[in-house]
């Protein structure tokens, strides 16, 4: 049971490029998320799922866009890398809505460094 | 408006000397959960404890332990006896019902113990 995984764990890009970053759970969560960590201002949400097939916008939607074909699969696209962009990036996930399911479990990290 | 203020930015400590990290919340909300996420050096985020609304019961869990008032919107979380392998940002976070229950989270507490 690897929890959430994330990859790749580091990427420079240069401004204009385009990249997806991949999310993987094993623990059959309907939830899904992703959010940046910038310095000094704790974690913002990008995008999130509430399962197979949906997504919806967070509160910094701009500049990306996200899929999530599989149930265990959440990806994150930016089409045209700006340095603004340059963050550290967090996938999580949780079961569901009820008590201890609220709980979200954090992959490792994705450090994106745009040029 | 929903917010999570950690009014210590940053921390420093002796080893064995205990230590409390405040984090204050605002929610219209009647039902609500507060958690509270490690994330040391290597830059992952670890889940501590989750706490919902209507239970005001403290908690302890070894040399951690966590105060919720909500007369005072509060969630403070005590380290006793730190050692050097607490040193991390501590981040509290509250369950937003809306944007597929989003976290919302304060802007961290770097923790340093010295040995």
């Known amino acids: 049971n690897a929890g959430v995984t994330q990859t790749p764990k580091f990427r420079v890009l240069k401004t204009g490029q385009s990249m997806t970053l991949l999310c993987a759970q094993d623990m059959n969560h309907e939830y899904m998320y992703w959010y940046r960590q910038d310095p000094g201002m704790g974690l913002r949400l990008i995008h999130y799922?509430?399962?197979?097939?949906?997504?919806a916008k967070g509160e910094v939607p701009d500049g990306y866009n996200v899929s999530r074909l599989k149930k265990q699969n959440f990806l994150l696209g930016l089409e045209s890398a700006a340095p603004s962009q340059t963050s550290v990036y967090f996938c999580a996930s949780r079961v569901g809505l009820a008590g201890e399911q609220r709980t979200q479990y954090f992959g490792p990290g994705t450090r994106l460094l745009v040029l | 408006a929903q917010k999570v203020t950690q009014a210590q930015t940053e921390i420093s400590v002796v080893e064995k000397e205990d230590v409390t990290l405040d984090c204050v919340y605002e929610t219209r909300d009647t039902t609500y959960y507060l958690f509270w996420y490690k994330q040391p050096p290597s830059g992952e985020l670890v889940f501590l404890i989750r706490?919902?609304?209507?239970?005001?019961q403290n908690e302890i869990s070894g040399r951690y332990s966590w105060n919720f008032q909500k007369s005072t919107s509060s969630f403070n979380f005590t380290i006793t006896a730190s050692q050097v392998v607490d040193s991390a940002v501590y981040f509290c976070a509250l369950s937003d019902r809306n944007q597929g229950g989003k976290l919302i989270f304060g802007q961290g507490t770097e923790l340093s113990v010295k040995p």
């Open positions: 706490r919902n609304s209507f239970d005001e």
């Open positions: 799922s509430v399962g197979e097939g949906t997504t």
